[in-house]
């Protein structure tokens, strides 16, 4: 059964870094999205992305934030300049129509 | 501002009931309802999904939604030690949109 797929699976980067997030959507799927849930905290959507563009994005999702399809199988987050709030575990998730699926996550842990 | 509100739980059973998991929503115009099973340190998987009035069942699971109370639960029959879990619930808007979570409800299946 296709899944989707995140690299790495743990991020540990010191403040002020850069770090980039990827993703591999479910092959066929055309809606993507990245959520992030701090330990202990819900699932809070940050970002939406249809047809090479930011369909919807959170207040979360500010200018620090930024993502790409660089080719057409990965879908990337870049996070510019780490803050120490910023660690959680990041979902990219995929949805053909409604159902969204996710992947396992990657741990970012900002030092 | 959108919410969905769960009771955090734990809620506890033995091995062999029914758990009865509950959500209401805030947002009157949400279109789509779902359930996710949460195994702690993993990513959210989706097992359920709702879209109408009424009840939808999959195996053991039963979703109910009723949209003018803005109520949505889930059931597990013949629950297992394997069923123990957070559960949460989201909703989206029409289309193709972001997901709200819940906190979700904390399941404890006891043999």
């Known amino acids: 059964e296709p899944e989707v797929t995140q690299t790495p699976s743990h991020q540990v980067t010191q403040m002020g870094q850069e770090v980039i997030l990827r993703c591999v959507p479910i092959s066929n799927h055309l809606y993507f999205y990245w959520y992030r849930q701090i330990l202990g905290q819900k699932v809070e959507f940050l970002v939406s992305?249809?047809?090479?563009?930011?369909?919807?994005k959170s207040e979360i999702f500010d200018d620090q934030f930024s993502v790409e399809r660089p080719d057409g199988s990965n879908f990337t987050l870049k996070i510019r300049s780490t803050k120490l709030e910023d660690s959680a575990m990041y979902f990219c998730?995929?949805?053909?129509?409604?159902?969204?699926?996710f992947g396992p996550g990657t741990r970012l842990t900002v030092t | 501002q959108k919410e969905v509100e769960q009771n955090s739980g734990p809620l506890s059973v033995p091995e062999g009931a029914i758990a009865s998991l509950n959500c209401t929503y805030s947002d009157r115009v949400s279109q789509s309802f779902f359930w996710y099973r949460q195994y702690s340190g993993k990513s959210p998987e989706l097992i359920m999904s709702?879209?109408?009035?009424g009840d939808k069942e999959d195996g053991r699971f039963t979703a109910q939604l009723n949209k003018a109370s803005q109520y949505v639960s889930l059931l597990i029959r013949d629950s297992q030690p394997s069923d123990s879990a957070t559960y949460l619930c989201?909703?989206?808007?029409?289309?193709?949109?972001?997901?709200?979570f819940g906190t979700g409800t904390r399941l404890l299946v006891s043999p």
């Open positions: 992305f249809y047809n090479n563009e930011i369909s919807e």
């Open positions: 998730a995929s949805s053909y129509r409604v159902e969204q699926y």
């Open positions: 709702i879209y109408s009035n």
């Open positions: 989201a909703v989206g808007g029409p289309g193709f949109q972001k997901l709200v």
